[in-house]
T-cell receptor, first 116, second 112 residues
């Protein structure tokens, strides 16, 4: 079983809705990530948080808003999404981000988002 | 220069056979090369990883071969089983940042 828990597993939303995806890990990891994955494609990095601070934003549209309330939790707030934003959203964590880390990412099972 | 090229796109192997997936990279600053396995409806999971100071790493039926001069690495799955049917992604990153660059993925199907 994965040690990165994502909720909800499935989400359907209209283009005017506001919703949030949640991610939780209890491995003591200090880096957390959001990835977007389209069908039959590799995961694409969206955001990286290191020690609860945003380290990387891969030029993601502002309709996606990440939040890291504490070292165990990561949220992705969604507003005014487009149908092309429909995808599997994966959360991941790692020991750290940067030097002296193992580099291993632990992924959750993802939240399947459908935008109507 | 940040790309990792993966081949083949898909692979069908008989049960008990050897599955081979290849990746190539350009950026010589990459120093961590993991392979992730993803089953339908699940997130990717680390399968095996190698650093460029060794040419081969074996874990059970899974082996990574690494050729630093050719900037290539490959995954070999020995005695392939139907339960190995999944999508496999190679990746690369640098130790001073965990920003993984993924290959395009290989869909493996092992026929029983």
């Amino acid at each position: 079983d994965t040690e990165v828990t994502q909720t909800p597993k499935h989400l359907v939303m209209g283009m005017t809705n506001k919703k949030s995806l949640k991610c939780e890990q209890h491995m003591g990891h200090r880096a957390m990530y959001w990835y977007k994955q389209k069908a039959k494609k590799p995961p694409e990095l969206m955001f990286v948080y290191s020690y609860e601070k945003l380290s990387i934003n891969e030029s993601v549209p502002s309709r996606f808003s990440p939040e890291c309330p504490n070292s165990s939790l990561l949220n992705l707030h969604l507003h005014a999404l487009q149908p092309e934003d429909s995808a599997l959203y994966l959360c991941a964590s790692s020991q750290g981000f940067g030097r002296s880390t193992t580099g291993e990412l632990f992924f959750g099972e993802g939240s399947r988002l459908t935008v109507l | 220069q940040q790309q990792v090229k993966q081949s083949p796109q898909s692979l069908i192997v008989q049960k008990g056979g050897i599955s081979i997936i290849n990746c190539a990279y350009e950026n010589t600053a990459f120093d961590y090369f993991p392979w992730y396995q993803q089953f339908p409806g699940k997130g990717p999971a680390l399968l095996i990883a190698i650093r460029p100071d060794v040419s081969e790493k074996k874990e059970g039926r899974f082996t990574i071969s690494f050729n630093k001069s050719a900037k290539q690495f490959s995954l070999h799955i020995m005695d392939s089983q139907p339960g190995d049917s999944a999508t496999y992604f190679c990746a690369a990153s640098m130790m001073n940042g965990n920003k993984l660059v993924f290959g395009a993925g290989t869909i493996l199907r092992v026929k029983s």
